[in-house]
């Protein structure tokens, strides 16, 4: 006897389809990363990410807007400055690179939601998220004095007009810390959006070159999460709601579905994952070969990380993936 059950009749026709479809994307879910520099008319390619751009301040204007008008949610920024320390006191300036671009992207397009990354690996000559001791075999970043400079950094961004502050340096008590030091200056309304479980990933060497963020001696893992952990993750997402984060996110996403699953089951607030630089250029070299469909394969991606419980998504796909959707409308 034939099966009652046919799941194919639903699939037979696009408009089936379309309609039983259960999980979808639409550019207001995706924020958009920008990279931007000193200087004036720079739009300098990252030669392992692309189409993605070291961007001057008006240039990012530009791209903003072009963001904006393809209907992206957000964009968030990370900063070169033209200038690094030991302390990464360019991070935290009130005229540094970061607080000048949210105002220039609040002058002219105020209606833009503008996102500013919280963390230090930009900014010091060393390249690691924090403060190092004095004696670089002591070990590890020095983790409560660098909190105090995540702090100034995020008032600078907020005093400069961002939408949220997004604290990525994996320090214990980030949140808590930004929290006290935004609500002291006024500040309560802003969200904070942390990256809550952030992996020591291989993932990362594309977006070390587009953020000239490498460290210079040493690794991460002393304060990045262990790939093979995912209990812990949920650990750290707890801790981070206890502190006052507004929305947590999963870094990186693609190897990382159960967890983004995990802590989307669990979590009161939205979720966030960022579909990083390695999974971008794996998607671009590929295409490029012709080994693959790029925009097939991009698109299923994404979709598969929201199907496993992401709200947003971090990607550098943002605008090609808001033009691929217009396109299929």
């Given at each position: 006897?034939?099966?009652?059950?046919?799941?194919?009749?639903?699939?037979?026709?696009?408009?089936?389809?379309?309609?039983?479809?259960?999980?979808?994307?639409?550019?207001?879910?995706?924020?958009?990363?920008?990279?931007?520099?000193?200087?004036?008319?720079?739009?300098?390619?990252?030669?392992?990410?692309?189409?993605?751009?070291?961007?001057?301040?008006?240039?990012?204007?530009?791209?903003?807007?072009?963001?904006?008008?393809?209907?992206?949610?957000?964009?968030?920024?990370?900063?070169?400055?033209?200038?690094?320390?030991?302390?990464?006191?360019?991070?935290?300036?009130?005229?540094?690179?970061?607080?000048?671009?949210?105002?220039?992207?609040?002058?002219?397009?105020?209606?833009?939601?503008?996102?500013?990354?919280?963390?230090?690996?930009?900014?010091?000559?060393?390249?690691?998220?924090?403060?190092?001791?004095?004696?670089?075999?002591?070990?590890?970043?020095?983790n409560d004095p660098t909190l105090e400079?995540?702090?100034?950094?995020?008032?600078?961004?907020?005093?400069?007009?961002?939408?949220?502050?997004?604290p990525s340096a994996m320090m214990d008590?980030?949140?808590?810390?930004?929290?006290?030091?935004?609500?002291?200056?006024?500040?309560?309304?802003?969200?904070?959006?942390?990256?809550?479980?952030?992996?020591?990933?291989?993932?990362?060497?594309?977006?070390?070159?587009?953020?000239?963020?490498?460290?210079?001696?040493?690794?991460?893992?002393?304060?990045?999460?262990?790939?093979?952990?995912?209990?812990?993750?949920?650990?750290?997402?707890?801790?981070?709601?206890?502190?006052?984060?507004?929305?947590?996110?999963?870094?990186?996403?693609?190897?990382?579905?159960?967890?983004?699953?995990?802590?989307?089951?669990?979590?009161?607030?939205?979720?966030?994952?960022?579909?990083?630089?390695?999974?971008?250029?794996?998607?671009?070299?590929?295409?490029?070969?012709?080994?693959?469909?790029?925009?097939?394969?991009?698109?299923?991606?994404?979709?598969?990380?929201?199907?496993?419980?992401?709200?947003?998504?971090?990607?550098?796909?943002?605008?090609?993936?808001?033009?691929?959707?217009?396109?299929?409308?």
């Amino acid at each position: 006897m034939f099966p009652t059950h046919r799941p194919r009749r639903l699939r037979s026709h696009p408009w089936g389809r379309e309609m039983a479809r259960e999980t979808r994307l639409h550019p207001s879910m995706l924020i958009e990363p920008c990279f931007v520099r000193e200087g004036s008319g720079r739009r300098d390619p990252v030669g392992a990410m692309p189409g993605v751009f070291q961007v001057s301040i008006d240039s990012l204007v530009k791209d903003c807007g072009a963001a904006r008008d393809a209907g992206i949610g957000a964009v968030i920024l990370f900063g070169i400055p033209g200038a690094k320390d030991a302390v990464g006191s360019q991070g935290y300036a009130e005229d540094g690179i970061v607080p000048r671009a949210i105002r220039a992207l609040k002058k002219e397009h105020p209606a833009l939601y503008v996102i500013a990354d919280v963390c230090l690996c930009e900014y010091t000559d060393h390249g690691h998220c924090g403060l190092l001791p004095k004696d670089p075999r002591a070990g590890a970043v020095l983790n409560d004095p660098t909190l105090e400079l995540l702090a100034k950094e995020s008032v600078a961004y907020a005093q400069a007009g961002a939408d949220m502050v997004a604290p990525s340096a994996m320090m214990d008590g980030q949140v808590g810390a930004i929290r006290r030091a935004l609500d002291a200056r006024g500040f309560e309304h802003l969200p904070i959006l942390s990256y809550a479980a952030k992996y020591a990933s291989g993932f990362y060497g594309p977006f070390r070159e587009a953020a000239q963020s490498a460290p210079q001696q040493g690794d991460r893992r002393g304060y990045q999460m262990d790939p093979a952990n995912a209990r812990e993750a949920l650990h750290e997402v707890a801790l981070d709601l206890e502190e006052g984060a507004d929305m947590v996110m999963v870094k990186p996403a693609l190897s990382y579905l159960d967890v983004i699953r995990r802590v989307a089951e669990r979590s009161p607030v939205p979720v966030a994952a960022y579909n990083v630089s390695g999974e971008y250029s794996m998607v671009k070299a590929a295409a490029e070969r012709g080994w693959i469909d790029g925009e097939r394969i991009a698109m299923e991606i994404l979709t598969s990380i929201r199907r496993a419980g992401a709200d947003v998504i971090l990607t550098y796909h943002a605008r090609e993936v808001a033009r691929w959707l217009a396109k299929d409308r």
